[in-house]
């Protein structure tokens, strides 16, 4: 049975067909997909594994805020977001978001925004398991604000 519901934590493999799925829709011309992945190396440390834990109920609560804010800024804006916990091999899929939009510029500026507040406030936290040691990470918050308006930096 496929799940139907447009914000997920899950410890099964991410499905990127079912999640944009959640967001097709006829007015929509253009669909960002963001698929974020465990990459072999990280800051010149091999990656063996990666382990993701949730606050559940409020991972989904702030993945909602996070599609609020995108329809406050891209009106009409269909979001759909996942992501796994448990854990996850190099190539797995952590994170998939799908952004629906009439037309293309949004769609990449809500994507871009759908990622970084991810990252910025859902309470997700990321075990890196290295070759020689390991680190819990909290938020991700980079030197990018996608709270301000005008911010593109990558």
């Given at each position: ?28 011309g253009a669909i960002n997909l963001f698929v974020g992945t465990v990459r072999e190396l990280t800051h010149g440390k091999i990656t063996t594994h990666l382990e993701y834990e949730a606050y559940e109920p ?97």
């Amino acid at each position: 049975m496929a799940d139907n519901r447009r914000f997920l934590i899950t410890a099964e493999p991410l499905s990127v067909e079912g999640t944009l799925a959640k967001v097709r829709h006829p007015h929509c011309g253009a669909i960002n997909l963001f698929v974020g992945t465990v990459r072999e190396l990280t800051h010149g440390k091999i990656t063996t594994h990666l382990e993701y834990e949730a606050y559940e109920p409020m991972a989904v609560k702030m993945m909602e805020q996070i599609a609020d804010e995108i329809d406050q800024r891209w009106p009409g804006t269909r979001v759909a977001m996942a992501h796994r916990i448990g854990r996850l091999e190099i190539e797995d899929a952590a994170v998939v978001i799908a952004v629906a939009t009439p037309h293309r510029a949004a769609s990449y500026e809500a994507g871009r925004y759908a990622i970084e507040r991810l990252k910025e406030i859902v309470p997700i936290w990321k075990k890196e398991n290295w070759s020689d040691g390991t680190e819990w990470m909290g938020h991700q918050q980079g030197p990018w604000d996608p709270t301000k308006p005008g911010s593109s930096e990558v």
